[in-house]
Each structure stands twice: as C-alpha cells, then as structure tokens.
C-alpha cells in the first residue's frame, strides 16, 4: 500500500510538473495494476476465509456471503 501512495504521489507531481502525458499515463497504468493485485488479493482472503466461514455454516448466511462475493467480483472485472 506503500507502495502504491508512493506511485499516486509521484503522477500527481508529474501532472504538476506537466510532465509528457504519455509519462503520465504509463504511471498510471503501473498503479492500475498494483490496485488490481491489491484487490485481488483482499478477494482472495475474503473467499477463503469469510466465504468458506459462512458456507460452511449454511442457510441464508451462506447465500448472502457468496452473493456478495459475486458482485464483488462482477465489479472488478468492469
């Protein structure tokens, strides 16, 4: 996540400085990938963890977990 404030700082001081937008929009593109793997990560452990937790318990829990998961995921493949 470091990381990441590190890499918005930096296209924010770019946009600033009217650094060459091409620059810019290749920076952003580097954070879009790390926000992805972050997002994919923090799904992960949600299915594995909370996902798994309520299924294995069942009823409307359950079906509310993985609905959720869902539109999650529907989200992050817009």
Do not use: F, N, P, W
């Given at each position: 996540?470091?990381?990441?404030?590190?890499?918005?700082?930096?296209?924010?001081?770019?946009?600033?400085?009217?650094?060459?937008?091409?620059?810019?929009?290749?920076?952003?593109?580097?954070?879009?990938?790390?926000?992805?793997?972050?997002?994919?990560?923090?799904?992960?452990?949600?299915?594995?963890?909370?996902?798994?937790?309520a299924?294995?318990?069942?009823?409307?829990?359950?079906?509310?977990?993985?609905?959720?998961?869902?539109?999650?995921?529907?989200?992050?493949?817009?």
């Amino acid at each position: 996540m470091k990381r990441i404030e590190g890499q918005a700082r930096g296209i924010h001081k770019m946009v600033e400085d009217e650094k060459y937008c091409i620059d810019i929009l290749t920076q952003i593109s580097a954070l879009t990938s790390a926000l992805e793997a972050v997002a994919v990560g923090l799904l992960d452990d949600h299915l594995r963890h909370c996902v798994v937790d309520a299924a294995r318990l069942g009823g409307e829990a359950a079906d509310a977990k993985i609905t959720e998961a869902t539109q999650a995921i529907a989200r992050l493949v817009r």
